[in-house]
Each structure stands twice: as C-alpha cells, then as structure tokens.
T-cell receptor, first 117, second 113 residues
Framework: AQTVTQSQPEMSVQEAETVTLSCTYD???????LFWYKQPPSRQMILVIR??????QNATENRFSVNFQKAAKSFSLKISDSQLGDTAMYFC??????????????FGKGTLLTVNP | SQTIHQWPATLVQPVGSPLSLECTVE??????LYWYRQAAGRGLQLLFY??????ISSEVPQNLSASRPQDRQFILSSKKLLLSDSGFYLC????????????FGPGTRLTVT
C-alpha cells in the first residue's frame, strides 16, 4: 500500500515571498503520478500541479513548481510570489498507474498555508 | 463544459438515522465516479469508486454503501448513521478509461449528533 506524508501541519509566509511545502511518499511502484491539490476555505478541491514519475523534468504551473526527487521519494511544492488567495490547505496525493480504468488517489493529511499581508 | 453537483451542502442527522447523499455529473458520459471522506484534521480517504452503472468497489469497510443507478449519478447511503460518520464528503469524477485527473464537487458537510 502507498502512503503519503506531509510533515508540516501548518506554515505561514508573507505576501510576495516564496514558500516550500514538503511531501514524501512510500511506494514499490515505478510508474505513478504525484499531485498537489489546494483546498481553500470554500472546501472545493482544486488541482494545482501534477508530476508523472517517468518524467525527470520538474513540473511548473505559473507560480507553482515542484521538486521531484524520485530516488528519495520526495515531492515538494514551491509557491513563488505568494498571494493572499494562496491561503488554503494543500494536499499531496499519489496515484498508481495501474493500467486499469480507475485511478485511486492516496492523500497526505495536508499542510495549512497562511499568506500574511 | 463538465460540472459536478452535490447535495445537500450541509446535513445534520441524529445517530441511527438513514443517510442519502447525491452526486451528479453533467457534460460527460461514462465517467469514473468516486466518494471520498475528509475527517477533521485528515486528508481525504477514498470510500467507493465506480467505473460504470451498478459497478461499485469499496475501499474501506464501514457503515456506508454506494450505488450508481444512472451513468452520471452516484449515491452514498447509510441505513443507520454513527457518530464516526461525521465529516466532509466529496464526490469526484474522471474520464474513462484513462485519466489521472479527478475533478471534485463542492462537498457535503455531515454532522451526526
């Protein structure tokens, strides 16, 4: 079974600064996907960024980027130029590429990020 | 465009009462459907998933059941609620047969008293 660990229950950052959220995972699989989801106070889960394990290049989406270290099973999220709207719970998630027709997400417990003005 | 709906948005139910939460998806056909529960201070836990009408797979043994009576309708039920069933329930969908991306609904907050 896969596990996802987020060791930082809470973090804070000043507006316009950069913050990095940590995530480690445990799996025996070689082919999988990793995700960061954002859950703002509205509770709507929003996909922030994804990474395919077979890709060496780190994924980037505007101000969001990841540092994917496959050997270390580490997948951190960097948010640059933090904005007040980035305040949310952030979840790291793992999905095994099973080759079947359904794909199950395994989530970490989340990191509550607060962006201060 | 595709949209996902959940209702009710909030629900307060006494222990021992039945439960029915509904999820519907618009704008797509034959989606994979998922029910997750988010307990306080925890991440999301997959409860059920479905790859087609009448096809339900359970991930965690519990007091809940799921059904898919129509292609784009997914229902979470219980005959008798427990206090431990309280939480935030999220429905999600993904395209079939292959999709790594799941799209989540707005969720239902259930409080069992």
């Amino acid at each position: 079974a896969q596990t996802v660990t987020q060791s930082q229950p809470e973090m804070s950052v000043q507006e316009a600064e950069t913050v990095t959220l940590s995530c480690t995972y445990d799996t025996s699989e070689n082919n999988y996907y990793l995700f960061w989801y954002k859950q703002p106070p509205s509770r709507q889960m929003i996909l922030v960024i994804r990474q395919e394990a077979y890709k060496q290049q780190n994924a980037t989406e505007n101000r969001f980027s990841v540092n994917f270290q496959k050997a270390a099973k580490s997948f951190s999220l960097k948010i640059s130029d933090s904005q007040l709207g980035d305040t949310a719970m952030y979840f790291c998630a793992f999905m095994k590429h099973s080759g079947g027709s359904n794909y199950k997400l395994t989530f970490g417990k989340g990191t509550l990020l607060t962006v201060n003005p | 465009s595709q949209t996902i709906h959940q209702w009710p948005a909030t629900l307060v139910q006494p222990v021992g009462s039945p439960l029915s939460l509904e999820c519907t998806v618009e704008g797509t056909s034959n989606p994979n459907l998922y029910w997750y529960r988010q307990a306080a201070g925890r991440g999301l836990q997959l409860l059920f998933y479905s790859v087609g009408i009448g096809q339900i797979s359970s991930e965690v043994p519990q007091n809940l059941s799921a059904s898919r009576p129509q292609d784009r309708q997914f229902i979470l039920s219980s005959k008798k609620l427990l206090l431990s069933d309280s939480g935030f329930y999220l429905c999600a969908w993904s395209t079939s047969p292959f999709s790594y991306e799941q799209y989540f609904g707005p969720g239902t907050r259930l409080t069992v008293t």
